[in-house]
Every structure is written in structure tokens, then in C-alpha cells.
């Protein structure tokens, strides 16, 4: 059974920088794209970030693109957002998500299997 695990979660100042890794175990096949999203209290749940299978083609959200980057080890079935200049709208739960296609997809319905998130809070 394939599980997905994040980490790094936790609280930095305004400014500061954090790196998420999900660890997607029991996987033996590296044919999925994977992604990041996050929900904050009161929003819906936003696209972040998305890597291919391969690594080689990502994809990055409106609010993300220019401070947050996606990389994947393959060899590791571990997918990571590397997050810098963090803002306080950035304070939400960040989920990991493998999809059933090999190519990143902003999509939320392009996922079918979910990590239980992990806490990121920016203080200003």
C-alpha cells in the first residue's frame, strides 16, 4: 500500500525559508507526477507546485512562482518545495499528492492519492 508522508513543516519569520519533503512509501513504480497543494482556514484548497515522473518538466503557481521551486529524487520516491521569501498568505496546510498521470497537472482531481498535510506558519 502506497502512503504519502510530508515533513518539514513548521513556523518561520517573514522572509525566511522552509523546505517540505514527501516521501511516497511503498511506491516501487516511477511513472506518477506528484504535487504540492495548500489550504488555508476559510479558502479553498490552491495549486502550488507540480513535478513529472521523470523530474524534468515542473509546473508553479501563480501565488509561488518566483519563490518556491519543485525537484523530485527519483531514486528516493521523494518529491520536495524548496520555499524562500515566505510571506504570511503563505501560513496554510501544504499537502502532497501523487497523481494517476506522469505529467505535472494543476488540477486537484488529476490526484488520487493525498498525504495528511503538514502545518507551514509565516509570522511577520
Known amino acids: 500500500q502506497v502512503r504519502l508522508v510530508e515533513s518539514g513543516g513548521g513556523s518561520v519569520q517573514a522572509g525566511g525559508s522552509l523546505r517540505l519533503s514527501c516521501l511516497a512509501s511503498?511506491?516501487?513504480?516511477?511513472?506518477?507526477?506528484m504535487g504540492w497543494f495548500r489550504q488555508s482556514p476559510g479558502k479553498e484548497r490552491e495549486f502550488v507546485a507540480a513535478?513529472?515522473?521523470?523530474?524534468?518538466?515542473?509546473r508553479i503557481g501563480d501565488a509561488a512562482r518566483g519563490r518556491f521551486s519543485v525537484s523530485r529524487d527519483t531514486g528516493k520516491n521523494t518529491i520536495f518545495l524548496h520555499m524562500s521569501n515566505l510571506k504570511s498568505d503563505d501560513s496554510a496546510i501544504y499537502y502532497c499528492?501523487?497523481?494517476?498521470?506522469?505529467?505535472?497537472?494543476?488540477?486537484?482531481?488529476?490526484?488520487?492519492?493525498w498525504g495528511p498535510g503538514v502545518q507551514v506558519t509565516v509570522s511577520s
Open positions: 511503498g511506491r516501487t513504480e516511477r511513472r506518477f507526477a
Open positions: 513535478i513529472g515522473w521523470s523530474g524534468a518538466s515542473t
Open positions: 499528492a501523487e497523481a494517476y498521470r506522469g505529467t505535472p497537472s494543476e488540477v486537484s482531481s488529476d490526484y488520487d492519492l
